[in-house]
């Protein structure tokens, strides 16, 4: 499974930066070294040696720099790789991807009405200017029951003794 | 480094991968290993060695591993599975790309 380990390198060099870090400086470092250590042993001063060394090879941070931009390509190259890859399965299996897409979209219909319903009842207040005064009166312990709402020289009485 | 041939894309990853086919080896013996057999017509510089590496090994052709030589702690690259079955893909590919050329070539000789 190439994607598990790829996304596992990931992880681990995002997890551990300081140690893949102190790796790659070690890596390149010692490459340099020994580069140097072979012209020292031609015989010139170990200033020289480093001088020309880094003359010839360019500095470490500018190498280290196109490894980090090789890690990243890579990961990116990874990325495509895979979205392609499921491009392709999809494409080769219709009656899967139809299934799925269907399920997917009932599904998240399905939920957009439900909470769009919960939305409009119960969380957004009344499209009123100051809906936390508003009131609800209705008759209690009267015979008539029903829809009977009291008159409305009953809600004027009330107002007015609100205010 | 300006007297070594332009590198075709693709053509250091190929010998990178058949110097390792032989034994794990590291960065500095690679670039050593790859100069003398081409006799120096490819000179790999540390810029284009070490993303070359770590782009192998990202794919999983190669895993480097630390080991001790001559007192010196140093980063050997091996060869894994999917990198043998790569380079026995890249090898054929090489000579068809090769054939191809050198048929144009003949064909203006």
Redesign the interface.
Known sequence: M?WL??LR?MFLRMRHRRAVED?LD???G??????VERRLSAGLTREEAARLTRLE??GTA???E??R???T???IE?LARDLRYACRVLRKNPGFTTVAILSLSLGLGANTAIFTLINTVMLKSLPVANPERLFFIDNSGGKSGGDSRPPYPCYEILRDQRT | MAKSADLLQGTLDLLILRTLELEPL???AIADRIEQLTKGVFVI???SL???L??LA???WIE?NWTEQNG????SYALTGPGRKQLTEEKRNWRKVITAVNQVLAEEG
């Open positions: 190439g380990r790829r390198s790796d070690e890596e390149v010692s490459y340099y070294e020994i580069r090879l360019g500018q190498v280290k196109s490894v931009e090789a890690w390509g890579a990961a990874g | 590291h960065g500095v510089g540390p810029g070490f993303p070359a770590h782009r990202e794919r999983g480097g010196r702690r140093v980063k």
